[in-house]
């Protein structure tokens, strides 16, 4: 029988204590706990997080994993705006304009929200943070909640949305840190939160359509130009979580199809793969992440209630122990 020395060129380690820097793929035998451990590829995974002070739904989320921000929301509408570094929330200034169903993109020292609903109607105000304070500056050129939201506080993307119940639309706007000026549309008007990943330049749009739960799994790359129709969603929602760098890199994860789902998908460019669920089922929630290696989702609404709940996905290298029976 081959054995592990032969496979890879070395015993395996004896160690009173597990390494403090192992690579991926090593192998040893903790002579304190008597078990087999290595380090392996973790393909995603989702681990809790620190509960955010005030629960709500529909709220704008911005920021990475370990610094990001959570504006508005429901029920409300709310202004309240917290900070995450990784551990806890704490809470900072509100917006001056309290909605919910607005977009949110940026970082924690430089967000924008822009659009949503004070309740009733929609919105077309926008605000930029800086870090302390909420400032509001020019309008959407089109008013509406429910949008998608993609790129940061200077250069941000705002995509569809419903300008009244139920109609949605499909425009699509370009902020330069001034003005909002109106590019070409969507594909498919949709105003059901769908899922949002990328930067202005470079962005996927996914999920969420009105009409037929048969375009619930709809997605659209935007090259800065133009939007194109791509591969579907494995499993069509709406009011859907969704981050990423580019339209070449997004994950999409709970959401309405139509009741909540623990759903997690990646997008690599071409195809949507199905990896670990959440631990809860929601729809709703604030989401925030650079990349599909890196996110997380925010409160949200479990079955009739709502959660304070966060969750943190990661990918990459995970120990684990081998059975020594």
């Known amino acids: 029988m081959t054995t592990y020395k032969e496979i890879n060129g070395t015993n395996i380690e004896a160690v009173a204590s597990d390494p403090s820097n192992p690579v991926e793929g090593q192998v040893w035998y903790n002579t304190t706990t008597n078990v087999v451990k290595g380090l392996v590829n973790n393909p995603g995974s989702w681990a809790t997080g620190g509960a955010l002070n005030t629960e709500r739904t529909f709220t704008a989320g911005m920021g990475i994993q370990t610094a990001a921000l ?41 967000g924008l929200v822009f659009g949503g609903t004070p309740g009733t109607g929609v919105t077309a105000v926008t605000e930029t943070w800086n870090g302390t304070n909420w400032t509001e500056v020019n309008d959407l050129g089109t008013a509406r909640q429910n949008l998608g939201g993609s790129g940061t506080n200077t250069a941000a993307l705002a995509i569809g949305g419903k300008t009244s119940y139920p109609t949605a639309v499909a425009v699509t706007e370009l902020w330069n840190g001034t003005n909002w000026t109106e590019v070409n549309d969507i594909n498919t008007a949709r105003g059901s939160t769908p899922g949002t990943a990328g930067t202005q330049t470079s962005a996927l749009y996914f999920g969420g359509p009105d009409g037929a739960p048969s375009l619930y799994a709809d997605a659209e790359s935007w090259n800065g130009t133009n939007w194109t129709a ?94 020594n029976s």
């Not at 508005?72 to 917290?82: K, M, R, Y």
């Not at 200034?93 to 970082?107: E, I, K, Q, S």
């Not at 969704?242 to 195809?271: K, Y």
């Not at 992440?289 to 409160?299: E, I, M, T």
């Open 70 to 110: 959570m504006a508005g929301g429901s029920p409300g509408p709310l202004g309240v705006t917290e900070l995450y570094n990784g551990t806890n929330w704490t809470e900072v200034n509100d917006l001056t304009t309290a909605r919910y169903y607005g977009a949110g993109t940026g970082t924690q020292t430089a």
């Open 230 to 323: 791509v591969a579907d969603l494995g499993t069509g929602r709406y009011t859907i979580g969704g981050v990423g760098s580019s339209n070449t890199n997004a994950l999409a994860f709970g959401g309405g199809a139509p009741g909540s789902t623990a759903l997690t998908e990646s997008w690599n460019g071409s195809s949507w793969t199905e990896l670990a669920d959440m631990a809860n089922t929601r729809y709703g929630s604030g989401a925030a992440g650079a990349s599909n290696q890196s996110a997380l989702n925010v409160s949200g609404r479990i079955g009739g209630g709502l959660t304070p709940l966060t969750e943190e996905w990661n990918v990459g290298p995970a120990t684990v122990t081998f059975d």
